[in-house]
Protein backbone atom coordinates (compact mmCIF):
# COMPACT_ATOMS: atom_id res chain seq x y z
CA UNK A 1 0.00 0.00 0.00
CA UNK A 2 1.39 3.47 -1.40
CA UNK A 3 2.48 6.19 1.29
CA UNK A 4 -0.98 8.13 2.19
CA UNK A 5 -1.25 12.30 2.07
CA UNK A 6 -4.08 12.04 4.57
CA UNK A 7 -4.48 10.28 7.79
CA UNK A 8 -7.47 10.12 9.46
CA UNK A 9 -7.87 10.00 13.00
CA UNK A 10 -10.94 8.76 14.75
CA UNK A 11 -10.70 7.91 18.95
CA UNK A 12 -13.41 5.74 19.50
CA UNK A 13 -15.07 4.30 22.61
CA UNK A 14 -18.09 2.16 22.42
CA UNK A 15 -19.48 3.33 19.23
CA UNK A 16 -19.82 -0.37 17.76
CA UNK A 17 -23.50 1.13 16.65
CA UNK A 18 -21.79 4.24 14.69
CA UNK A 19 -18.60 2.68 13.36
CA UNK A 20 -20.10 1.07 10.43
CA UNK A 21 -21.70 4.21 9.15
CA UNK A 22 -18.61 6.27 9.58
CA UNK A 23 -16.70 4.25 7.52
CA UNK A 24 -18.73 4.34 4.31
CA UNK A 25 -19.18 8.24 4.68
CA UNK A 26 -15.55 8.95 5.09
CA UNK A 27 -15.09 6.42 2.43
CA UNK A 28 -17.83 8.82 0.24
CA UNK A 29 -15.83 12.11 1.10
CA UNK A 30 -12.47 11.26 0.46
CA UNK A 31 -13.54 9.02 -3.09
CA UNK A 32 -13.45 12.62 -5.12
CA UNK A 33 -10.26 13.82 -3.29
CA UNK A 34 -7.90 11.95 -5.35
CA UNK A 35 -5.57 11.82 -2.76
CA UNK A 36 -3.98 8.54 -0.95
CA UNK A 37 -5.52 8.30 2.29
CA UNK A 38 -6.27 6.18 5.75
CA UNK A 39 -8.43 5.90 8.40
CA UNK A 40 -6.55 5.08 11.97
CA UNK A 41 -9.48 4.57 14.60
CA UNK A 42 -8.03 4.23 17.73
CA UNK A 43 -10.69 1.88 20.47
CA UNK A 44 -10.03 3.85 23.91
CA UNK A 45 -11.15 0.78 25.90
CA UNK A 46 -14.06 -0.06 24.61
CA UNK A 47 -16.10 -2.54 26.31
CA UNK A 48 -18.82 -3.90 22.97
CA UNK A 49 -18.02 -4.91 19.68
CA UNK A 50 -16.46 -1.62 18.60
CA UNK A 51 -13.08 -4.06 18.18
CA UNK A 52 -14.74 -6.68 16.25
CA UNK A 53 -15.72 -4.36 13.72
CA UNK A 54 -12.94 -2.11 13.16
CA UNK A 55 -10.86 -5.17 12.62
CA UNK A 56 -13.26 -6.87 10.23
CA UNK A 57 -13.45 -3.31 8.48
CA UNK A 58 -9.62 -3.89 8.38
CA UNK A 59 -9.45 -6.59 6.61
CA UNK A 60 -11.78 -5.50 3.76
CA UNK A 61 -10.44 -2.10 2.90
CA UNK A 62 -6.39 -2.28 4.11
CA UNK A 63 -6.84 1.70 4.47
CA UNK A 64 -8.48 1.20 7.69
CA UNK A 65 -6.20 0.69 10.85
CA UNK A 66 -7.03 0.24 14.18
CA UNK A 67 -5.26 0.82 17.66
CA UNK A 68 -6.79 -1.18 20.70
CA UNK A 69 -5.74 0.96 24.36
CA UNK A 70 -5.68 -1.75 27.07
CA UNK A 71 -8.06 0.49 28.84
CA UNK A 72 -10.07 3.83 29.20
CA UNK A 73 -7.08 6.28 29.03
CA UNK A 74 -9.19 9.32 27.81
CA UNK A 75 -9.22 11.24 24.21
CA UNK A 76 -5.94 12.75 24.85
CA UNK A 77 -4.01 9.50 24.87
CA UNK A 78 -5.73 8.18 22.62
CA UNK A 79 -5.31 11.03 19.87
CA UNK A 80 -1.58 10.70 21.12
CA UNK A 81 -1.43 7.08 20.49
CA UNK A 82 -2.67 7.70 16.62
CA UNK A 83 -0.42 10.63 16.01
CA UNK A 84 2.14 8.33 16.80
CA UNK A 85 1.29 6.04 14.26
CA UNK A 86 0.04 8.24 11.29
CA UNK A 87 2.11 8.17 8.14
CA UNK A 88 0.33 10.58 6.27
CA UNK A 89 1.77 14.47 5.65
CA UNK A 90 -1.58 16.15 6.71
CA UNK A 91 -3.92 14.52 9.31
CA UNK A 92 -8.06 15.06 10.10
CA UNK A 93 -9.50 14.45 13.32
CA UNK A 94 -12.93 13.63 14.28
CA UNK A 95 -15.16 12.42 16.46
CA UNK A 96 -16.65 8.39 16.23
CA UNK A 97 -19.48 9.33 17.39
CA UNK A 98 -21.30 10.81 13.61
CA UNK A 99 -21.76 13.70 15.20
CA UNK A 100 -18.99 15.16 13.03
CA UNK A 101 -19.79 15.30 9.26
CA UNK A 102 -17.05 13.70 7.51
CA UNK A 103 -18.87 15.65 4.51
CA UNK A 104 -16.89 18.62 5.51
CA UNK A 105 -13.48 17.08 5.16
CA UNK A 106 -12.75 18.15 1.55
CA UNK A 107 -13.42 21.92 2.45
CA UNK A 108 -10.64 21.62 5.89
CA UNK A 109 -8.39 20.08 3.64
CA UNK A 110 -8.64 23.17 0.72
CA UNK A 111 -7.98 25.67 4.04
CA UNK A 112 -4.54 23.76 3.88
CA UNK A 113 -4.05 23.71 0.26
CA UNK A 114 -4.85 27.49 0.63
CA UNK A 115 -1.86 27.89 3.55
CA UNK A 116 -3.28 27.32 6.86
CA UNK A 117 -1.37 25.13 9.27
CA UNK A 118 -4.56 24.00 10.99
CA UNK A 119 -8.14 24.53 10.58
CA UNK A 120 -10.67 23.96 13.58
CA UNK A 121 -14.16 23.14 13.11
CA UNK A 122 -16.83 25.77 14.22
CA UNK A 123 -20.22 24.04 15.27
CA UNK A 124 -22.84 27.14 14.84
CA UNK A 125 -25.63 25.44 14.88
CA UNK A 126 -24.54 22.68 17.82
CA UNK A 127 -26.81 19.98 17.79
CA UNK A 128 -26.13 19.42 21.67
CA UNK A 129 -28.49 19.96 24.96
CA UNK A 130 -28.39 23.41 26.66
CA UNK A 131 -26.57 21.61 29.50
CA UNK A 132 -23.62 21.46 27.00
CA UNK A 133 -23.60 24.37 24.85
CA UNK A 134 -23.75 27.22 27.70
CA UNK A 135 -20.63 25.71 29.51
CA UNK A 136 -19.09 25.66 26.06
CA UNK A 137 -19.34 29.16 25.46
CA UNK A 138 -18.11 30.39 28.52
CA UNK A 139 -14.96 27.77 27.99
CA UNK A 140 -14.22 29.26 24.73
CA UNK A 141 -14.67 33.01 25.82
CA UNK A 142 -12.30 32.12 28.88
CA UNK A 143 -9.80 29.88 26.21
CA UNK A 144 -10.24 33.24 24.26
CA UNK A 145 -9.42 35.25 26.82
CA UNK A 146 -6.25 33.69 28.53
CA UNK A 147 -4.44 32.31 25.37
CA UNK A 148 -4.96 35.29 22.90
CA UNK A 149 -6.46 33.22 20.30
CA UNK A 150 -10.22 34.03 19.37
CA UNK A 151 -12.06 30.96 18.22
CA UNK A 152 -15.60 30.87 18.52
CA UNK A 153 -15.35 26.96 19.16
CA UNK A 154 -11.84 25.52 20.30
CA UNK A 155 -12.96 21.76 21.06
CA UNK A 156 -14.61 20.63 17.90
CA UNK A 157 -13.70 17.06 17.36
CA UNK A 158 -13.30 18.20 13.23
CA UNK A 159 -9.92 19.24 12.72
CA UNK A 160 -7.62 19.45 9.82
CA UNK A 161 -3.49 19.75 9.96
CA UNK A 162 -0.51 19.44 8.92
CA UNK A 163 0.78 16.27 10.95
CA UNK A 164 4.22 18.12 12.39
CA UNK A 165 1.52 20.44 14.46
CA UNK A 166 0.41 17.18 16.28
CA UNK A 167 3.39 15.82 16.91
CA UNK A 168 4.57 18.98 18.42
CA UNK A 169 1.67 19.97 20.89
CA UNK A 170 1.73 18.46 23.77
CA UNK A 171 -1.24 15.76 24.21
CA UNK A 172 -1.82 14.56 27.54
CA UNK A 173 -4.83 15.12 30.63
CA UNK A 174 -7.20 17.29 28.93
CA UNK A 175 -4.73 19.16 26.43
CA UNK A 176 -6.51 17.95 23.15
CA UNK A 177 -9.13 20.67 24.11
CA UNK A 178 -6.38 23.37 23.52
CA UNK A 179 -4.64 22.08 20.52
CA UNK A 180 -5.40 25.29 18.46
CA UNK A 181 -4.29 27.51 21.52
CA UNK A 182 -1.20 25.70 21.61
CA UNK A 183 -0.62 25.63 17.99
CA UNK A 184 -1.16 28.95 17.58
CA UNK A 185 1.40 29.58 20.51
CA UNK A 186 4.22 27.99 18.63
CA UNK A 187 3.76 30.01 15.54
CA UNK A 188 1.33 28.00 13.23
CA UNK A 189 -1.18 29.68 11.56
CA UNK A 190 -4.47 28.51 13.25
CA UNK A 191 -7.86 29.22 11.26
CA UNK A 192 -11.76 28.60 11.85
CA UNK A 193 -14.70 27.43 9.30
CA UNK A 194 -18.11 26.92 10.39
CA UNK A 195 -18.63 22.73 9.76
CA UNK A 196 -21.65 21.14 9.84
CA UNK A 197 -22.85 19.44 13.23
CA UNK A 198 -24.97 16.74 13.91
CA UNK A 199 -27.24 14.73 16.72
CA UNK A 200 -26.06 12.20 18.35
CA UNK A 201 -27.37 8.97 17.01
CA UNK A 202 -26.08 6.12 18.88
CA UNK A 203 -24.94 6.09 22.56
CA UNK A 204 -24.30 8.57 25.03
CA UNK A 205 -21.88 11.72 25.65
CA UNK A 206 -18.52 9.85 27.35
CA UNK A 207 -18.38 13.00 29.19
CA UNK A 208 -19.69 14.66 32.67
CA UNK A 209 -19.35 17.59 34.85
CA UNK A 210 -16.09 16.45 36.10
CA UNK A 211 -14.51 17.11 32.65
CA UNK A 212 -14.61 20.73 33.51
CA UNK A 213 -12.73 20.82 36.64
CA UNK A 214 -10.24 18.49 34.82
CA UNK A 215 -10.58 21.50 31.86
CA UNK A 216 -10.07 24.06 34.21
CA UNK A 217 -6.51 22.83 35.90
CA UNK A 218 -5.37 22.14 32.01
CA UNK A 219 -6.40 25.54 31.15
CA UNK A 220 -3.72 26.91 33.83
CA UNK A 221 -1.26 24.35 32.37
CA UNK A 222 -1.92 26.64 28.57
CA UNK A 223 -1.34 29.40 30.57
CA UNK A 224 1.67 28.91 31.43
CA UNK A 225 2.32 27.24 28.10
CA UNK A 226 1.21 29.68 25.79
CA UNK A 227 1.97 33.17 27.79
CA UNK A 228 5.15 31.93 29.64
CA UNK A 229 6.57 28.69 27.87
CA UNK A 230 9.50 30.83 26.57
CA UNK A 231 10.08 33.05 30.01
CA UNK A 232 9.38 31.21 32.82
CA UNK A 233 11.05 33.42 35.25
CA UNK A 234 8.52 36.20 34.41
CA UNK A 235 5.75 33.49 35.60
CA UNK A 236 7.75 32.23 39.05
CA UNK A 237 9.74 35.93 39.33
CA UNK A 238 6.40 37.72 39.43
CA UNK A 239 5.17 35.44 41.76
CA UNK A 240 8.13 35.85 43.63
CA UNK A 241 8.27 39.37 43.41
CA UNK A 242 4.75 39.84 44.58
CA UNK A 243 5.03 37.89 47.83
CA UNK A 244 7.88 39.17 48.37
CA UNK A 245 6.72 42.79 48.46
CA UNK A 246 3.69 41.72 50.44
CA UNK A 247 6.23 40.06 53.24
CA UNK A 248 8.24 43.35 53.05
CA UNK A 249 5.48 45.44 53.59
CA UNK A 250 4.35 42.91 56.64
CA UNK A 251 7.70 43.13 58.09
CA UNK A 252 7.86 47.10 57.46
CA UNK A 253 4.57 47.59 59.70
CA UNK A 254 5.96 45.23 62.58
CA UNK A 255 9.14 47.04 62.67
CA UNK A 256 7.31 50.34 63.09
CA UNK A 257 4.98 48.51 65.93
CA UNK A 258 8.28 47.30 67.54
CA UNK A 259 9.36 50.50 67.28
CA UNK A 260 6.93 52.79 68.30
CA UNK A 261 5.04 51.16 70.59
CA UNK A 262 5.15 48.29 73.44
CA UNK A 263 3.54 45.65 71.59
CA UNK A 264 5.19 42.74 71.51
CA UNK A 265 5.68 41.16 67.80
CA UNK A 266 7.36 37.94 68.99
CA UNK A 267 4.13 36.13 68.99
CA UNK A 268 2.21 37.37 66.65
CA UNK A 269 0.88 35.23 63.52
CA UNK A 270 1.47 38.29 61.46
CA UNK A 271 5.23 37.87 61.76
CA UNK A 272 5.20 34.34 60.82
CA UNK A 273 3.61 34.86 57.31
CA UNK A 274 5.64 37.83 56.79
CA UNK A 275 8.81 35.34 56.90
CA UNK A 276 7.26 33.07 55.52
CA UNK A 277 5.87 35.45 52.62
CA UNK A 278 9.68 36.15 52.10
CA UNK A 279 10.97 33.00 51.96
CA UNK A 280 8.52 32.37 49.17
CA UNK A 281 9.07 34.98 47.27
CA UNK A 282 12.93 33.82 47.08
CA UNK A 283 11.74 30.36 46.22
CA UNK A 284 10.60 31.12 43.34
CA UNK A 285 12.84 34.02 42.13
CA UNK A 286 15.02 31.12 42.10
CA UNK A 287 12.97 28.74 40.19
CA UNK A 288 12.42 31.17 37.24
CA UNK A 289 16.32 31.90 37.05
CA UNK A 290 16.83 27.73 37.19
CA UNK A 291 13.66 27.27 34.34
CA UNK A 292 15.67 30.29 32.27
CA UNK A 293 18.84 28.48 32.62
CA UNK A 294 17.36 25.16 31.41
CA UNK A 295 15.23 27.10 28.99
CA UNK A 296 18.65 28.60 27.66
CA UNK A 297 20.22 24.94 27.05
CA UNK A 298 17.82 23.52 25.42
CA UNK A 299 15.84 26.38 23.62
CA UNK A 300 18.28 27.12 21.06
CA UNK A 301 17.88 24.09 19.10
CA UNK A 302 14.51 24.01 19.07
CA UNK A 303 14.21 27.53 17.38
CA UNK A 304 16.92 26.52 14.95
CA UNK A 305 14.32 23.66 14.35
CA UNK A 306 11.39 25.77 13.71
CA UNK A 307 13.12 28.02 10.83
CA UNK A 308 14.42 25.06 9.40
CA UNK A 309 11.37 23.56 8.90
CA UNK A 310 9.64 26.94 7.66
CA UNK A 311 12.41 27.83 5.43
CA UNK A 312 12.09 24.18 3.85
CA UNK A 313 8.45 24.37 3.26
CA UNK A 314 8.34 28.27 2.00
CA UNK A 315 11.17 26.89 -0.39
CA UNK A 316 9.17 23.92 -1.74
CA UNK A 317 5.77 26.40 -2.31
CA UNK A 318 7.76 28.39 -3.85
CA UNK A 319 9.47 25.55 -6.22
CA UNK A 320 5.77 24.86 -6.95
Known amino acids: MSIPEVSLLAPAKDERDSLPKLFAEITEAMSAQH ?29 IRGIRLRRNFGKAAALAAGVAEL ?30 DLVSGHKAQRKDPLGKRLPSKVFNWV ?50 RTVNHRPRQHGVSKYGLERYARGALDLLTVMALTRYGRRPAHLFGGLGM ?38 FGVQMISLGLLAELVLHRTGREHDVTVLVT ?10 S
Do not use: M
Open 35 to 63: REWELLVVDDGSTDDSWRIITEHSERDPR
Open 87 to 116: RGELVVTLDADLQDDPAEIPRLLAELDDGA
Open 242 to 279: LAGTLGTLVLCYLTGVWLFTEESIGTRPLLTLGILLEI
Open 143 to 192: TGLITGLRLSDHNCGLKAARTEVYRRVPLYGELHRYIPALAHQLGYRVVE
Open 310 to 319: EQTRNSAHHA
